[in-house]
């Protein structure tokens, strides 16, 4: 078992950049895919971006690719995602979620993880 803790959310304007930090506890991340999804109030819950840890694999969802950069520090047991040239339409609450032996076709599907965080609430105004 693995828990999630996001944490880094915040309210910024457009343009600004946050770090969303997701530290997981019980065991470590070795061999996990560790994804970033977000939903904004009336929408469906979408994927951001993903690392499949063993491999490195990296996927971006296309809006915001160029933008948002998915990282880790195994030391920490910790997976980052840095948000750069924030824009309103990012406002969401942002959850991590992981999972193991992940294909990777599977990574951008939110049914394919099994360990979730609590989310963090991301705000931009504009």
């Known amino acids: 078992q693995v828990w999630l803790v996001e944490s880094g959310g915040g309210s910024v304007q457009a343009g600004g950049s946050l770090r969303l930090s997701c530290a997981a506890s019980?065991?470590?991340?070795?061999?996990?895919?560790v994804g970033w999804f977000r939903q904004a109030p009336g929408k469906e819950r979408e994927f951001v971006s993903a690392l499949r840890l063993s491999g490195g694999n990296i996927r971006y969802a296309d809006s915001v690719k160029g933008r948002f950069t998915i990282s880790r520090d195994n030391g920490k047991n910790t997976v980052y995602l840095q948000m750069n040239s924030l824009e309103p339409e990012d406002t969401a609450v942002y959850y991590c979620a992981a999972a193991t032996g992940m294909i990777l076709s599977s990574m951008t599907r939110s049914i394919h993880y099994n360990h979730w965080g609590q989310g963090t609430q991301v705000t931009v105004s504009s």
């Open positions: 019980g065991r470590t991340f070795s061999g996990y895919t």
